[in-house]
């Protein structure tokens, strides 16, 4: 199969994902309902549930997913390591770190307030990050880097633990809340912020996926043959870390996405960046949107936090294509 | 990994922490300031929430869905139970089973909640953003939150429903009925010596209430007075070296399940064992769902434990 039809048949896949999860929810609603719900006719309740609950939900699942993926391809391209993934340089623990501590010690702090001491925060730890990888050496090595988001990321942990030991019960539950990542709070503001964000920034990386290939095989290689090393690492960074930073910001710390998506593109067509990027983005929209379904379905009314089904389905799934691939 | 456990934490917590917040509270009813008395005009009704927000009916609601439990309860109690179109998993033993829930109280599913064409939903306030809230204002569906931290604001909600559902001489005779147990109990301590007493809120960590919350107020109006009256935390946690320096003469453990199998427990573990109060006998186990009940059935609690501290008084 060529790229192209794969792509074009990933995309089909995320659109029908899409369409499942607005026709599925804790309340039972037939194929007609939702159509007519969607053009706006039928039952008012109906509709509000249809346009300003699921569609926003359904369609901020896909954009973090896809953001997340995308970022966890590059990072395990950048580190040349199989277990990194977005979350990896600490910038969602410094995303936990503002939104915790926005929570706590900001009374009142609105949604969107929450939401901006979060990127705030992973915006803070992708620069302390990086300036601490960048001050040993020459060149940005990145198995400092790796040890740097290692670290980081342990001290913004201890930095949660200290701000939610003096955390009133309130607070406590709501900052735990945050951390568990949702997106039943989903908005049409956080949809258009996000997807204004992560447009550029997948093209940004798009663009880099020649870069990348070279500097998957070895940094040397790819200086051999012209690339830029420094600039690149520092763009695929960069670029990689604000993505996460903006979709831990509107949906909290959501994990597993960034981590198995890029794996399972790669196993089954192949490490081409040029592919596997745009193909991590579709899969990763359409997993999460079905992980999201799943949770506000299997056991309605409750939901579960979508950290639990996104592990539950990927990691039999994960072992599934690992076996195949091994026989 | 810490952040791991944390979200393990919050989970399977998330009903104690639930009736927590509920036990955040201080000064008893008596004294508080007088309410404005309500005047349901035909109009319209309106009433200020916990979050500073004026909400406004154009009649008293008849399709309530109550997402915190103590309003639930104050509900019920003021003969709302037919105005309610559904309830959470957390509203056990009020006779709402039969109701359909929307799920968790703090993440119930929106949509259940909207389907139910709710005319009001009285939810928690909490700290920071509240999405359920902002989300169900957008649609239209008026949102009151409440925060019932010390028995003044037991009494404030009791009214303020008392408005919202139209039954606002229910609400003032509730209220007047629990004014007057607590008064009543009040005066049967009067002149014992108030007990040192411990409620454990938590034991691992070992957590205690804070002083200005509702369980110590009732543990007061019961002629109890709590170790800790330090306290400034919301839980407080404490260390089992002061608890033992302490020495409680009262232990109040609230359990779910077996109170007896529990103190045996506990009296067995490092630092518990140190405790006079178990050798005593003074450890008492209370049904959990009751301790923290934050509507009118905050008379019955604050009996229980008058019970308890003052057991030479039980069933007078």
């Known amino acids: 199969m060529k790229p192209a039809l794969r792509l074009a048949l990933l995309a089909a896949l995320c659109a029908g994902a899409l369409l499942l999860s607005v026709r599925l929810g804790a309340v039972r609603l037939g194929v007609r309902e939702v159509l007519d719900a969607l053009r706006g006719a039928g039952d008012p309740t109906t509709v509000a549930i249809v346009q300003r609950l699921r569609v926003p939900r359904s369609l901020l699942a896909a954009l973090v997913g896809g953001a997340l993926a995308a970022s966890g391809a590059v990072f395990q391209a950048l580190l040349r390591n199989p277990l990194a993934e977005p979350y990896v340089l600490g910038v969602s623990g410094g995303a936990a770190v503002g939104a915790v501590a926005a929570i706590v010690f900001g009374?009142?702090?609105?949604?969107?307030?929450?939401?901006?001491?979060?990127?705030?925060?992973?915006?803070?730890?992708i620069v302390v990050v990086l300036r601490m990888a960048a001050s040993v050496g020459p060149t940005l090595d990145t198995r400092i880097l790796l040890l740097s988001?290692?670290?980081?990321?342990?001290?913004?942990?201890?930095?949660?633990?200290?701000?939610?030991?003096?955390?009133?019960?309130?607070?406590?539950?709501?900052?735990?809340?945050?951390?568990?990542?949702?997106?039943?709070?989903?908005?049409?503001?956080?949809?258009?912020?996000?997807?204004?964000?992560?447009?550029?920034?997948?093209?940004?990386?798009?663009?880099?996926?020649?870069?990348?290939?070279?500097?998957?095989?070895?940094?040397?290689?790819?200086?051999?043959?012209?690339?830029?090393?420094?600039?690149?690492?520092?763009?695929?960074?960069?670029?990689?870390?604000?993505?996460?930073?903006?979709?831990?910001?509107?949906?909290?710390?959501?994990?597993?996405?960034?981590?198995?998506?890029?794996?399972?593109?790669?196993?089954?067509?192949?490490?081409?960046?040029?592919?596997?990027?745009?193909?991590?983005?579709?899969?990763?929209?359409?997993?999460?949107?079905?992980?999201?379904?799943?949770?506000?379905?299997?056991?309605?009314?409750?939901?579960?936090?979508?950290?639990?089904?996104?592990?539950?389905?990927?990691?039999?799934?994960?072992?599934?294509?690992?076996?195949?691939?091994?026989? | 990994m810490i952040l791991d456990s944390a979200r393990k934490l919050c989970r399977?917590?998330?009903?104690?922490?639930?009736?927590?917040?509920?036990?955040?509270?201080?000064?008893?009813?008596?004294?508080?300031?007088?309410?404005?008395?309500?005047?349901?005009?035909?109009?319209?009704?309106?009433?200020?929430?916990?979050?500073?927000?004026?909400?406004?009916?154009?009649?008293?609601?008849?399709?309530?869905?109550?997402?915190?439990?103590?309003?639930?309860?104050?509900?019920?109690?003021?003969?709302?139970?037919?105005?309610?179109?559904?309830?959470?998993?957390?509203?056990?033993?009020?006779?709402?089973?039969?109701?359909?829930?929307?799920?968790?109280?703090?993440?119930?599913?929106?949509?259940?909640?909207?389907?139910?064409?709710?005319?009001?939903?009285?939810?928690?306030?909490?700290?920071?953003?509240?999405?359920?809230?902002?989300?169900?204002?957008?649609?239209?569906?008026?949102?009151?939150?409440?925060?019932?931290?010390?028995?003044?604001?037991?009494?404030?909600?009791?009214?303020?429903l008392g408005v919202l559902s139209g039954r606002t001489r229910e609400a003032d005779s509730a209220s007047a009925a629990v004014r007057r147990e607590l008064a009543e109990l009040r005066a049967s301590v009067a002149g014992r010596p108030a007990r040192s007493t411990f409620i454990v809120v938590g034991d691992e960590p070992l957590m205690t209430a804070g002083p200005w919350t509702a369980t110590i107020q009732l543990m007061e109006v019961a002629g109890g007075r709590t170790t800790f009256p330090d306290a400034k935390g919301q839980p407080q946690y404490v260390s089992m070296e002061e608890l033992v320096r302490r020495q409680p003469e009262v232990i109040l453990l609230p359990v779910s399940g077996d109170g007896a199998a529990r103190i045996r427990e506990l009296s067995t573990r490092p630092g518990w064992r140190e405790l006079n109060a178990f050798r005593t006998r003074r450890v008492h186990a209370l049904p959990v769902e009751q301790v923290y009940l934050m509507g009118p059935g905050i008379a019955q609690t604050a009996r229980l434990f008058r019970d308890a501290i003052h057991p030479e008084l039980a069933s007078r």
């Open chain 1, 149 to 327: 988001g290692v670290v980081a990321g342990a001290f913004f942990n201890a930095c949660i633990l200290l701000v939610l030991t003096f955390a009133d019960t309130e607070s406590f539950r709501s900052a735990l809340f945050w951390m568990m990542g949702s997106f039943s709070g989903a908005t049409w503001r956080e949809i258009v912020l996000l997807a204004g964000l992560a447009g550029p920034a997948l093209a940004v990386l798009f663009a880099l996926a020649r870069p990348l290939n070279l500097l998957a095989v070895g940094e040397e290689t790819a200086q051999y043959l012209g690339v830029r090393t420094e600039r690149v690492k520092l763009a695929a960074y960069g670029t990689a870390s604000l993505l996460t930073a903006s979709a831990v910001a509107v949906s909290g710390v959501i994990g597993f996405v960034g981590l198995v998506i890029p794996h399972i593109v790669r196993m089954t067509w192949g490490a081409d960046h040029r592919f596997l990027i745009p193909a991590s983005v579709l899969l990763g929209a359409t997993f999460l949107v079905l992980a999201d379904s799943l949770a506000r379905t299997v056991a309605a009314p409750t939901e579960l936090p979508i950290g639990v089904v996104t592990a539950f389905v990927g990691v039999p799934f994960f072992l599934w294509i690992l076996r195949r691939r091994g026989a």
């Open chain 1, 107 to 125: 009374a009142g702090a609105s949604s969107a307030g929450v939401g901006l001491a979060a990127f705030a925060g992973a915006a803070i730890a």
């Open chain 2, 12 to 160: 399977t917590a998330a009903p104690a922490l639930i009736a927590a917040p509920v036990l955040v509270l201080p000064a008893c009813g008596g004294e508080r300031p007088a309410e404005p008395p309500p005047a349901p005009s035909v109009q319209a009704i309106s009433a200020v929430d916990d979050a500073g927000d004026t909400v406004r009916l154009a009649a008293p609601a008849r399709r309530i869905i109550s997402l915190a439990p103590s309003a639930t309860e104050t509900l019920v109690a003021i003969g709302a139970r037919g105005q309610l179109a559904g309830r959470t998993e957390y509203d056990v033993g009020v006779g709402v089973d039969v109701l359909p829930s929307v799920g968790g109280a703090l993440d119930p599913s929106l949509e259940k909640l909207v389907a139910l064409r709710p005319d009001l939903v009285v939810g928690w306030h909490t700290a920071g953003a509240n999405p359920v809230r902002d989300r169900l204002r957008e649609i239209g569906i008026p949102f009151f939150a409440v925060r019932t931290t010390d028995t003044t604001d037991v009494f404030r909600t009791i009214g303020r």
